[in-house]
């Protein structure tokens, strides 16, 4: 990738475009989990989840935020990639950005049908301990 990607906490100023991201790469997880009858933009469903009550690191590229992730105590709750900047490193960076803060045994659900992000996690020592659970010692 030769635009340079910049790893660094979460600000408030960062919401609406946390939330374009939240919003598009949730639509397409939930495509490839078969349940898309779950989606709901994060405007709403921050109410029902608790990703604010979470560590959140964004990755941008170009002062635009491209991939975001969130994690407490020993699991990592998201990691979201926008879909043109897949396949580039970013979630990557993002979880060896955050690997080093979460308690060990660490864990992640992740729907059996996302080979992609199974493929990530494996790469960086997640191991699946159920179809839809990966854990990290």
């Given at each position: 990738m030769s635009e340079e990607v910049i790893i660094r906490k979460y600000k408030n100023t960062d919401?609406?475009?946390l939330c374009k991201v939240?919003?598009?790469?949730?639509?397409q997880e939930l495509i490839v989990g078969n349940a898309v009858d779950l989606y709901a933009p994060l405007e709403v469903a921050i109410y029902k989840?608790?990703?604010?009550?979470?560590?959140i690191?964004?990755?941008?590229?170009?002062?635009?935020?491209?991939?975001?992730?969130?994690?407490?105590?020993?699991?990592?709750?998201?990691i979201y990639v926008l879909k043109d900047f897949q396949g580039k490193g970013i979630g990557g960076k993002l979880l060896d950005t955050v690997i080093p803060y979460l308690e060990r045994?660490?864990?992640?659900e992740?729907?059996?049908?996302?080979i992609k992000a199974k493929r990530l996690y494996k790469s960086r020592g997640f191991v699946e301990e159920t179809?839809?659970?990966m854990i990290l010692h």
């Open positions: 919401y609406v475009q939240h919003d598009e790469a949730r639509m989840e608790e990703l604010f009550s979470e560590t690191y964004v990755a941008e590229v170009n002062n635009r935020i491209v991939s975001f992730v969130a994690f407490k105590e020993n699991e990592l709750g998201y045994p660490a864990f992640l992740v729907f059996p049908s996302n179809k839809e659970k």
